[in-house]
């Protein structure tokens, strides 16, 4: 960013409004706060480095984002954005409010805003919930779902504890709440190696992702068994439908055809966590969205990282190149999430718009019933002690 660009996060309403409180301000800033108006938020938005966001984007947008941040305030929300999200929508967040599944479920761990709203899918917000259960969590559409936790319920996880009984059960945090409750311990690609390594015993059964699983078991290869479903079971697992589409020969594709030759020291392919396991063993780098975004800074101050490729949802990619705009990025645009996609601009700001008005919340509000709470909250709150 130049020395003219103004963050989205640094601009405040002109007046006090009812409920608001200040935000807490990027602790790497000097910049003094700017007004919140339409027209500082388009230069904000005009000053971003984002071969994505044009002039056409801006133009039709502005104004809702401008709508959007003065009623962010005015209700003190706390607005979570997954590093999945649309450049539009992931700026409504500040930098604070950005990141991966364990860095946002560590942040709805501390606020003491009375909204969350989640900008990620539904499983991500009942996190929220489920940490803050007397907080108001609201999602902009309740309907967007993940292949992950779609296909892999409660009933799944006491099947399998039934086959191995006194195994540590780890779940992966894309699953839904009665399905956590039933574990006994929770993970996100950024922490997985840790927790299973802190897990008693010598064999740990790590569900729903059957891709994560096995890259898991190659981790902790001679240290740890991990058992899986359909790894000497009849059982179903999922996996994730955006992930899977990367097959080991697109990434000698993407080698050729952007000129990443393995470890090479200024250009490199990334990869998430849930892609196959040779897609990680191709890759110069695998880990969660914000291990990934970590190399990258890393790499961009040490070595002058000047390309990089990486295998995953096609908006994270975006983000970065806002990001680091010294970096030549490429990814698969066709490979978006169709459910972080159902949340869009417009249905945040009439999710906020809503709220101001006293309208009906429901639609839009995470609710859980208070057994479920309890029990899912046990293995959330153990993977954030260790972590
Ligand atoms: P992260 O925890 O890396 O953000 O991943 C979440 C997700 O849904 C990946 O598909
Ligand atoms: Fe689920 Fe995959 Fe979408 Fe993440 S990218 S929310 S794991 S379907």
């Not at 809702?64 to 003065?70: E, G, T």
């Not at 779609?150 to 780890?170: C, W």
């Not at 790894?231 to 996996?239: I, L, R, T, Y």
Request: aromatic residues 8%; negative net charge.
């Amino acid at each position: 960013m130049d020395s003219q660009t103004i963050p989205l996060e640094e601009l405040q309403p002109a007046k006090k409004q009812t409920g608001y409180k200040k935000p807490e301000l990027n602790k790497n800033s000097v910049r003094h706060i700017k007004e919140l108006s339409l027209k500082n938020v388009k230069k904000a938005l005009y000053d971003r480095h984002h071969p994505t966001l044009t002039t056409i984007d801006i133009e039709a947008h502005a104004e809702k984002v401008y709508k959007i941040l003065n009623l962010k305030a005015k209700h003190d929300v706390l607005m979570l954005g997954h590093n999945y999200m649309e450049p539009l929508v992931f700026g409504l967040s500040g930098t604070e409010e950005q990141g991966d599944s364990l860095g946002l479920s560590m942040h709805a761990a501390k606020t003491e805003s009375p909204y969350i709203l989640f900008n990620g899918v539904p499983f991500m917000a009942e996190t929220a919930k489920i940490l803050n259960p007397s907080k108001t969590v609201l999602v902009s559409d309740k309907t967007a779902g993940c292949s992950l936790a779609d296909n892999f319920g409660a009933e799944d996880v006491r099947k399998l504890k039934a086959l191995y009984p006194g195994v540590p059960v780890m779940i992966y945090i894309n699953s839904y709440a009665d399905a956590k409750a039933e574990s006994d311990i929770c993970c996100t690609s950024a922490n997985a190696v840790k927790i299973a390594q802190e897990m008693p015993g010598d064999e740990i059964l790590f569900v729903p992702d059957i891709y994560f699983a096995e890259n898991l078991e190659e981790e902790l290869k001679g240290e740890k068994t991990v058992i899986y479903p359909g790894k000497g079971n009849q059982e179903k697992g999922s996996v994730c439908e955006v992930h899977e589409k990367f097959l080991l020969s697109d990434l000698f594709a993407i080698r050729q055809q952007f000129e990443i030759p393995k470890g090479h020291p200024k250009r490199t392919l990334y990869a998430h966590w849930e892609c196959r396991l040779e897609v990680l063993q191709e890759a110069d780098f695998y880990g969660s969205t914000s291990q990934i975004r970590k190399d990258i800074a890393k790499r961009v101050e040490e070595n002058g990282l000047e390309r990089a490729f990486i295998a995953s949802e096609c908006e994270l990619t975006s983000n970065l190149s806002q990001e680091f705009p010294t970096v030549q990025f490429w990814t698969a645009c066709s490979v978006r999430c169709s459910h972080m996609a159902k949340v869009t601009i417009d249905k945040v700001l009439n999710l906020l718009e809503a709220l101001d008005s006293g309208a009906d919340l429901s639609p839009y509000e995470v609710n859980l019933n208070s057994e479920v709470i309890e029990r899912a909250r046990r293995p959330i709150e153990r993977m954030l002690e260790i972590t």
